[in-house]
């Protein structure tokens, strides 16, 4: 079975730094994007950052400059770097990515379970 596990999330002070981590892993031919979103408590879920295959990146306004996202396509893994969070960066972070498991299969998009980040004096 296809899946994506996150890792990384935790407690940071202000102007700290975190890494998340999604790997994905259960038979996998290819991964096409993949990316982080995020959802605050009495919030939609909201877009983070994406990459694609070919490495090409997207930021929303809120991250730029302070969020990085790359993959390493090797290791069907996705990562977040994230410095200089602030309390309002507080949120549930999903991994998505979108995994084809044969050649000839369509893709599907898939969701990691969540993790969790506080940002908190």
């Known amino acids: 079975q296809v899946q994506l596990v996150e890792s990384g999330g935790g407690l940071v002070q202000p102007g700290g730094s975190l890494r998340l981590s999604c790997a994905a892993s259960?038979?996998?031919?290819?991964?096409?994007?993949m990316g982080w979103y995020r959802q605050a408590p009495g919030k939609q879920r909201e877009l983070v950052a994406t990459?694609?295959?070919?490495?090409?990146?997207n930021y929303a306004d809120s991250v730029k400059g302070r969020f990085t996202i790359s993959r390493d396509n090797a290791k069907n893994t996705v990562y977040l770097q994230m410095n200089n969070l602030k309390p309002e960066d507080t949120a549930v972070y999903y991994c998505n990515a979108d995994v084809r498991k044969t050649l000839t299969s369509r893709y599907l998009e898939l969701w990691g379970q969540g993790t969790l980040v506080t940002v908190s004096s």
């Open positions: 990459v694609t295959s070919g490495g090409s990146t």
């Open positions: 259960g038979g996998i031919f290819s991964i096409n994007g």
